[in-house]
């Protein structure tokens, strides 16, 4: 019986991008007129330790840190970002047919900025390298009321706060999440269901229009083509689906159906105090389904072979893309819209045949 474990990890991982031909990642915001294009790369070094230890009871505590420091050598507007991430967790499993756990995080990020003269712009970020702290939690419960019959239930949270020194980016980030999965043996036949619901909601204040530098935040300065504006923008989107699984011959072929839904609803609330905005009330909704029939026939001790058949189906309506037509400008300004998205919705049908053979 050992009480206490130890862990210890360091990783390291370098992205680099040699091509001649520069790839659009971002702009450079350095001057009013400057498009400059920066290619992806980077140097991650991620080391940290966790500590755990067993209790009576049945009880397992645990805390760890972790250093993730990321340099972006070919960004425009932040070269590194440090993450300092603390977590804290407990697991109970005293009773045979209950087991819970309970796991806290925080996690603060610092970042520095270059490629910008001193006066200009430092009200504008992009989230993913701006200053943040964050804190999440997830709670989860594992019950076997019966003997066949095992259910899981889960719960996160996670709250993202952005550094305000950013006037124009994102703000924070709110997400709740709700998983549940459980799975029930009859006879020789796996049944499987499972239901998940997410909400997400984001809040940012941006810049409509070109500014040239801070002073342009004067809201004496705004204008019709230059002014804030704010958005929220909520999400909810569900899913759920049922699996079932067994052998038609012993040991030898087996079948497996399922089906699965879900759906999603997005809106932006748009406002500003210079100018009228219209609310986004469809944003990124869909609604889609899939059915699936899979049979799988062990020939021999290495071989196998799989039939598969799935269907899927795809209601799509986004704002953006309603009463979308082609369109070509003139040739001193060229820019067009090839149709790509101007039908998202689709049926798929599909068939697979897998040969597989094992050494």
């Known amino acids: 019986y050992k009480p206490l474990d130890l862990r210890f990890f360091y990783n390291h991982l370098t992205k680099s991008n040699d091509s001649d031909v520069p790839a659009t990642y971002g702009v450079n915001t350095g001057s009013a007129t400057a498009t400059e294009t920066e290619k992806f790369g980077y140097h991650k070094n991620n080391l940290g330790f966790d500590v755990g230890y067993r209790l009576p009871a049945k009880t397992k505590v645990a805390a760890g840190y972790e250093y993730l420091h990321l340099s972006r050598a070919l960004r425009q507007d932040a070269s590194n970002t440090t993450d300092h991430i603390l977590f804290a967790e407990v697991k109970n499993s005293y009773l045979d047919a209950l087991s819970a756990k309970l796991r806290y995080q925080y996690l603060t990020r610092s970042s520095d900025k270059i490629g910008k003269p001193p006066s200009a712009f430092d009200s504008f970020g992009r989230a993913d390298a701006a ?10 419960l594992d019950l076997e009321p019966l003997h066949d019959l095992s259910i899981g239930i889960e719960y996160a949270i996670k709250l993202d706060s952005y550094d305000d020194k950013y006037k124009f ?9 709700i998983y549940i999965d459980a799975n029930y043996k009859i006879a020789d036949v796996t049944l499987n269901g499972y239901f998940n619901y997410e909400h997400a909601q984001s809040k940012g204040n941006y810049l409509r229009g070109t500014a040239s530098t801070d002073d342009s935040l004067d809201p004496s300065l705004y ?5 804030p504006w704010s958005s929220k923008r909520v999400d909810k989107n569900f899913a759920y689906g049922v699996n079932a699984s067994t052998d038609v011959i012993k040991d030898k072929a087996n079948v497996s159906v399922g089906w699965r839904y879900e759906k999603a609803n997005g809106n932006n609330d748009l406002h500003s105090d210079y ?3 219209y609310d ?14 899979n049979l799988n026939y062990k020939l021999n ?8 058949y799935a269907y899927e189906r795809l209601n799509y309506s986004d704002y953006a893309y309603e009463g979308y037509t082609n369109y070509f400008s003139p ?3 060229p820019s067009y819209l090839t149709g790509a998205y101007s039908n998202p919705n689709y049926e798929a049908h ?4 897998k040969l597989g053979y094992t050494f």
Do not use: F, P, W
């Open 331 to 333: 040739a001193s300004d």
């Open 301 to 308: 001790t290495n071989l196998n072979i799989s039939c598969g």
């Open 275 to 277: 100018n009228t905005l």
């Open 350 to 353: 599909i068939g697979m045949v």
């Open 280 to 293: 986004i009330e469809a944003l990124d909704d869909y609604s889609r389904q899939a059915l699936y029939a």
């Open 223 to 227: 204008t019709s083509g230059v002014y």
């Open 169 to 177: 980016s994102l703000q924070d980030n709110e997400r709740h999440e």
């Open 131 to 140: 200053d943040k702290t964050q804190h999440a939690i997830k709670a989860g």
